[in-house]
Antibody, heavy 120, light 106 residues
Framework: EVQLVESGGDLVQPGSSLRLSCAVS????????MHWVRQAPGKGLEWVSG????????GYEDSVRGRFTISRDNAKNSLFLQMNSLRAEDTAFYYC?????????????WGQGILVTVSS | IQMTQSPSSLSASVGDRVTIACRAR??????LAWYQQKPGRAPKLLLA???KLQGGVPSRFSGSGSGTDFTLTISSLQPEDFATYYC?????????FGGGTKVEIK
């Protein structure tokens, strides 16, 4: 059974940093691209960033580029999102998402989501 | 690539045929996926490559289109289909979603 479990969400002040983690199981992690997708409460879905199976970045959404960094550890079946200089508009549920392929396509498995709240 | 869905919401009855449109700002070939999301749940993949139904998804769901214009059709709406639907282009990064269409009970 495929499982993606996010952790690291918290309530932080604007300007703070936070690191999200995603532990995966049930598939060969190193064979697939992975992504972070977020959803502000009551709003739509927004792709944040993706990473190919070989740790090459697939890019970032414009508003997070330069502040967020995606990474992965294939040996530990883990995906990460380092978020710096957080803003109120970064408040959202962050989903760890599995790609159907190795280099970036669409998303067949999603974690349950983790809430990041940026507020003073 | 900006993705625009219409309508943003609709009311329908069980048994109705429902069509949701998704338009891309530029041509994306067949690189379009559809997701269903219920309140408090993660999205679920329904179709990819515009019209390819994913395993376990009921055949009442279908997709069509290419280039810039796409549609998701539910042939006979069931109670479990009341949800929000999103299209997503994967032609190029940054991958982008439509704004969503909320299907509500009439």
């Amino acid at each position: 059974e495929v499982q993606l479990v996010e952790s690291g969400g918290d309530l932080v002040q604007p300007g703070s940093s936070l690191r999200l983690s995603c532990a995966v199981s049930g598939f060969i992690f190193g064979d697939y691209a992975m992504h972070w997708v977020r959803q502000a409460p009551g709003k739509g879905l927004e792709w944040v960033s993706g990473i190919s199976r070989t740790t090459g970045s697939l890019g970032y959404e414009d508003s997070v580029r330069g502040r967020f960094t995606i990474s992965r550890d294939n040996a530990k079946n883990s995906l990460f999102l380092q978020m710096n200089s957080l803003r109120a508009e970064d408040t959202a549920f962050y989903y760890c998402v599995k790609d159907i392929g190795s280099s970036g396509y669409y998303f067949d498995y999603w974690g349950q989501g983790i809430l990041v709240t940026v507020s003073s | 690539i900006q993705m625009t869905q219409s309508p943003s919401s609709l009311s329908a009855s069980v048994g109705d045929r429902v069509t949701i449109a998704c338009r891309a700002r530029q041509a994306i070939g067949y690189s379009l996926a559809w997701y269903q999301q219920k309140p408090g749940r993660a999205p679920k993949l329904l179709l990819a490559a515009s019209s390819k139904l994913q395993g376990g998804v009921p055949s009442r769901f279908s997709g069509s289109g290419s280039g810039t214009d796409f549609t998701l059709t539910i042939s006979s709406l069931q109670p479990e289909d009341f949800a929000t639907y999103y299209c997503q282009q994967y032609f190029s990064t940054p991958f982008t979603f439509g704004g969503g269409t909320k299907v509500e009970i009439k």
